[in-house]
T-cell receptor, first 116, second 110 residues
Framework: GAVVSQHPSWVICKSGTSVKIECRSLDFQATTMFWYRQFPKQSLMLMATSNEGSKATYEQGVEKDKFLINHASLTLSTLTVTSAHPEDSSFYIC????????????FGPGTRLTVL | SQQGEEDPQALSIQEGENATMNCSYKTSINNLQWYRQNSGRGLVHLILIRSNEREKHSGRLRVTLDTSKKSSSLLITASRAADTASYFCATDLGWGKLQFGAGTQVVVTP
């Protein structure tokens, strides 16, 4: 299957700082990338849908000004957690999808964010 | 909110036994997918079953889908210690948008 990478794999930051997470599809073009958040021992919660060249669509309850998403190319989407607080500590996972060619999404390995 | 509800929440079995977990959902779907997640890792896609399919096999995995009951089951036969993981069902609501169930944590002891 296709490969999706995330960088960094883990990050620790101080409260109030911003953190950028990258999601790259390495061997296919992703028309859409999704961002999920997963708290310990819980399921994945969809945060937003990111389409190349257009604004991201956020799920209810997700602050768009706090979680900035940019999908500048068909192989790269970034999630920036702005003014991070301890409650933002979580496992962030992206997935890449090409609606034109497959029903399968390919998930990145995730990024563990810890805000002190 | 979570679309899918899974049961059991946790399952502990011995190697060689079969593991069955169920998933229920609420709305119409294009397809239903099952994923595995090892602790602290990303998701691995296991199998996809379309809304017009009733059963699908992949190796030791067997998935059923009953759209009239809005439910699906995942059977892992002859389990191995390496099958220890969390298993999630996810319903595709269209255009790749997935909603995940709560997950079943499976522990396989040697």
């Amino acid at each position: 299957g296709a490969v999706v990478s995330q960088h960094p794999s883990w990050v620790i930051c101080k409260s109030g700082t911003s953190v950028k997470i990258e999601c790259r599809s390495l061997d296919f073009q992703a028309t859409t990338m999704f961002w999920y958040r997963q708290f310990p021992k819980q399921s994945l919660m969809l945060m937003a849908t990111s389409n190349e060249g257009s604004k991201a669509t956020y799920e209810q309850g997700v602050e768009k000004d706090k979680f900035l998403i940019n999908h500048a190319s068909l192989t790269l989407s970034t999630l920036t957690v702005t003014s991070a607080h301890p409650e933002d500590s979580s496992f962030y996972i992206c997935s890449a999808y090409n609606w034109d060619s497959t029903d399968t999404q390919y998930f990145g390995p995730g990024t563990r964010l810890t805000v002190l | 909110s979570q679309q899918g509800e899974e049961d059991p929440q946790a399952l502990s079995i011995q190697e060689g036994e079969n593991a069955t977990m169920n998933c229920s959902y609420k709305t119409s779907i294009n397809n239903l997918q099952w994923y595995r997640q090892n602790s602290g890792r990303g998701l691995v896609h296991l199998i996809l079953i379309r809304s017009n399919e009733r059963e699908k096999h992949s190796g030791r995995l067997r998935v059923t889908l009953d759209t009239s009951k809005k439910s699906s089951s995942l059977l892992i036969t002859a389990s191995r210690a390496a099958d220890t993981a969390s298993y999630f069902c996810a319903t595709d609501l269209g255009w790749g948008k997935l909603q995940f169930g709560a997950g079943t944590q499976v522990v396989v002891t040697p």
